[in-house]
């Protein structure tokens, strides 16, 4: 049974980072790519970029590759979004999802249960 | 990137009734398109994939159509556990993007 377990809900201070967690289990992360989305209050979904443990390749959205980092960890199974220099407006739901389809093409068909990441002074 | 619009944004309907979502792409995708359905506080769920191919143990009510530029998702015969936000996304070219979403609520 596929699943993606994510880590619990984060309040942060402005100018702080945040780790989110995603462990996988009924698959292999080394066999398939993780893509981390998030989606603020009331709002729709937006990608934050891309992972492949394959080959370690990473693909990030143009307006925060300089503030998101995606990383694995095949021997336990789970992936990280590190996202620096935090603002209100990250304020979200952070997901993870498994990606199905070529490298950089792909749909999503399971995905976490969401993490909420609160910045607030 | 591929922009992506849906409409109507919000859609009211009734038990029993059959419902259209349209969504439609910037460039041509040919038929590189998914349906998401989203409950309140819950991640979005992977109903149909490649414009019409249902996911395992989605109900045969929901079809997907179209091509190129313009999509569909059809609910026949709406039940209770329907209604929700509709998001579609394209995976026909980097970086996938989604479309603003379309809540189905109880009329």
């Known amino acids: 049974q596929v699943q993606l377990l994510q880590s619990a809900a984060e309040l942060k201070k402005p100018g702080a980072s945040v780790m989110v967690s995603c462990k996988v289990s009924g698959f292999n992360l080394s066999t398939y790519s993780v893509t981390w989305l998030r989606q603020a209050p009331g709002q729709g979904l937006e990608w934050l970029g891309w992972?492949?443990?394959?080959?370690?390749?990473?693909k990030y959205a143009e307006n925060r590759q300089d503030r998101v980092t995606l990383t694995t960890d095949t021997s336990t199974n789970t992936a990280y979004m590190e996202l620096k220099s935090l603002t209100s407006d990250d304020s979200a739901v952070y997901y993870c999802?498994?990606?199905?389809?070529?490298?950089?093409?792909?749909?999503?068909?399971?995905w976490g249960q969401g993490t909420l990441v609160t910045v607030s002074s | 990137d591929i922009q992506m619009t849906q409409s109507p944004s919000t859609l009211s309907a009734s038990i029993g009734d059959r419902v259209t979502i349209t969504c439609r792409t910037s460039q041509r995708i040919s038929t590189w398109l998914a349906w998401y359905q989203q409950k309140p506080g819950k991640a979005p769920k992977l109903l149909i994939q490649?414009?019409?191919k249902l996911e395992s143990g989605v109900p045969s009510r929901f079809i997907g159509r179209g091509s190129s530029t313009e999509f569909t998702l059809t609910i026949s015969n709406v039940q209770p556990e329907d209604f929700a936000t509709y998001y579609c996304?394209?995976?026909?070219?980097?970086?996938?993007?989604f479309g603003p979403g379309t809540r189905l609520e109880i009329q």
């Open positions: 992972i492949s443990t394959y080959d370690g390749d990473t």
């Open positions: 490649k414009t019409s």
């Open positions: 999802a498994r990606a199905r389809g070529s490298a950089l093409t792909y749909y999503l068909d399971y």
């Open positions: 996304q394209q995976f026909s070219s980097y970086p996938i993007t």
